[in-house]
């Protein structure tokens, strides 16, 4: 029985349809026998601690409260967080969400970036209302030895994988979501990180003028909305580390985020082709 056979199996949901993404889940989308559709995602339980997985939940849930753009966790029979057994006998968890229905900005178009600037920006003023936890700093930080960035700026929650997939916009309206990957650390790092995927995107497909353009419409967007302000002359310094740290996790691999370690071998090295070719700013 594949995956989305054992989804119906032990979700009270009528359809099932795989969804194209998910580095370090598989995305499905389903409808519920009440007509609901959400989005489940089904994480390796061998590759997930099961606190943080809920301290996350936990943030996501009372994030969707200050900010309604934040897709919300939903409770199935009862629970946020529901198991299966896979058919090779592999533990995973099950978490379901608000759909997000709208299209995926294109960071090429000007509009779009200075949206996904100004959306970033109001998602870290509404993570900064929350209480602190005991989540750790987003995974690139706490994989570098870095100096100096805490005293870049105070510290707060961050998104940990901002970027145009994970978002989708209807009406001048972006719903935002996957914060798998949330953590602490200064605001600049959300900013240099979407910078990051949108650089990594413009090398490996040879359009470089996308991020040339993306880059000051979304920083624009970012400065123009009512998040903390920016320190613009760390974006460089922390583009560079979140190079490195990809480098670094490529080197050793139980290091790396469930994406990287099960990625395949043709991406793995579509990641070191990128790392090779980048080029550090000089300060």
Known sequence: MDLAARL???LPVEKVKELVGGHQSRVFRVIGRNGLIAVAKVLDGSMVDRVELGTR???TEALADLDPRVCRPLQIDGQRVNELTSADG???????????IGTEPDPARTTDARLMGSALSELHGSMSQLPATLLPVVRPLRTLSVVGVPKLEAQQL??????????????????????????????????????YMVLFDSVTRGTAETYENFRPSFLAGYASASGPPLLEPSLDYLLDLRVRALG????????????????????????????????????
């Open 8 to 10: 119906l199996a032990t």
């Open 90 to 100: 592999r533990r995973h968890y099950i978490v379901c969400y608000e759909f997000a």
């Open 248 to 283: 670094t996790w490529l080197d050793d691999l139980d290091t790396a985020p469930i994406g990287i370690r099960s990625a395949t071998p043709a991406w793995r090295a579509t990641l070191r082709s990128f790392v090779e070719a980048y080029r550090p700013v000089t300060y």
């Open 57 to 59: 939940l936990d943030l």
């Open 158 to 195: 961050l998104h940990g994988d901002f970027n145009a997939s994970n978002l989708r916009q209807a009406d001048g309206v972006v719903r935002i979501f996957d914060l798998d990957d949330c953590g602490y650390g200064p605001p600049s790092f959300d900013v240099a990180n979407a910078l």
